[in-house]
T-cell receptor, first 115, second 115 residues
Framework: ETGVTQSPTHLIKTRGQQVTLRCSSQ?????VSWYQQALGQGPQFIFQ???????GRGNFPPRFSGLQFPNYSSELNVNALELDDSALYLC??????????????FGPGTRLTVL | AQSVTQLDSQVPVFEEAPVELRCNYS??????LFWYVQYPNQGLQLLLK??????LVKGINGFEAEFNKSQTSFHLRKPSVHISDTAEYFC?????????????FGQGTTLQVKP
């Protein structure tokens, strides 16, 4: 069974650019959540995709957007990059949305540096 | 709004000594509680979770935690630590009726195990 994978591992961009991060969910999982982890902080929820639809969103501006594909893989897009967007971006997949029974399995993350 | 407070940013301890990492949460409704570990340059791995039932929860790698509703705490303990336990530890909660199961994380505690 393949776990959650993310690409790329590292990325360097400049302010104002756009970036796309990718996540492949664990086999059988239809839900993907994205988190941003700034240096020295705990992860913060960006949004969640369930069956190709956005299912919930955290306190992030609209320049953070996402997609989920029929195979349940997902993309996180960030437009007009700012220095504060520098962080580790974590993707987590689960069997479904909701909290009690749907454990989230995390990928290794993508380290984004904005110069 | 829910929040999670990890009371110690760093905990240094000698190998084979016991350790406790403290976590308090604020919520007026039911929550599910989690502890995750993050090794350098890796994603998050679930150590243990409290959903309901017995307030003492046992997890992987010899860790356990106790849910104390009156104190709104979920402290993590291990009776004897190893060098390999050196990592970042995150406490997290999920709102009981959340439709996303989004995890709300604390700031993290760095466990430094010394030989």
């Amino acid at each position: 069974e393949t776990g959650v994978t993310q690409s790329p591992t590292h990325l360097i961009k400049t302010r104002g650019q756009q970036v796309t991060l990718r996540c492949s969910s664990q086999s059988g999982h239809n839900t993907v959540s994205w988190y941003q982890q700034a240096l020295g902080q705990g992860p913060q929820f960006i949004f969640q995709y369930y069956r190709e639809e956005e299912n919930g969103r955290g306190n992030f501006p609209p320049r953070f957007s996402g997609l989920q594909f029929p195979n349940y893989s997902s993309e996180l897009n960030v437009n007009a990059l700012e220095l504060d967007d520098s962080a580790l971006y974590l993707c987590a997949s689960s069997l479904g949305p909701g909290g009690k029974v749907n454990e989230q399995f995390f990928g290794p993350g993508t380290r984004l540096t904005v110069l | 709004a829910q929040s999670v407070t990890q009371l110690d940013s760093q905990v240094p301890v000698f190998e084979e000594a016991p350790v406790e990492l403290r976590c308090n949460y604020s919520s007026s409704v039911s929550v599910y509680l989690f502890w995750y570990v993050q090794y350098p340059n890796q994603g998050l791995q679930l150590l243990l979770k409290y959903l309901s039932g017995s307030t003492l929860v046992k997890g992987i790698n010899g860790f356990e935690a106790e849910f104390n509703k009156s104190q709104t705490s979920f402290h993590l303990r291990k009776p004897s630590v190893h060098i390999s336990d050196t990592a970042e530890y995150f406490c997290a909660v999920v709102h009981g009726s959340s439709n996303t199961g989004k995890l709300i994380f604390g700031q993290g505690t760095t466990l430094q195990v010394k030989p």
